[in-house]
Nanobody
Framework: QVQLVESGGGLVQPGGSLRLSCAAS????????MGWYRQAPGSERELVAV???????NYGDSVKGRFTISRDGAKNTVYLQMNSLKPEDTAVYYC????????????WGQGTQVTVSS
């Protein structure tokens, strides 16, 4: 099965920055989205940011203007630049890839901890 490998999490002070990456072992579908969801302790999983095969993006309301999602030329790796981090951004961030059409599937990474604290 497709595997998603995440990296870049850690501890950062409020106002700081982190950059997450997620690499897919392979991309099968030509129509897909890829990005991150997060889950804080005691909270529901929520959208952070995703990017589609055509380059279009979608951000959660709480991160708009602070986070930026991008992808490399090979389209198998995505990056999340997280700026102006707040304590409420503290969560486990899970990379996700969803393939559409033939071979539709939903894949999740192992998660990476982001902690924003002074």
């Amino acid at each position: 099965q497709v595997q998603l490998v995440e990296s870049g999490g850690g501890l950062v002070q409020p106002g700081g920055s982190l950059r997450l990456s997620c690499a897919a072992s392979r991309i099968i579908s030509t129509i897909y989205t890829m990005g991150w969801y997060r889950q804080a302790p005691g909270s529901e999983r929520e959208l952070v940011a995703v990017i589609a095969n055509d380059g279009s993006t979608n951000y959660g309301d709480s991160v708009k203007g602070r986070f930026t999602i991008s992808r490399d030329g090979a389209k198998n790796t995505v990056y999340l630049q997280m700026n102006s981090l707040k304590p409420e951004d503290t969560a486990v961030y899970y990379c996700n890839r969803r393939d559409y059409g033939l071979g539709s599937a939903d894949y999740w990474g192992q998660g990476t901890q982001v902690t924003v604290s002074s």
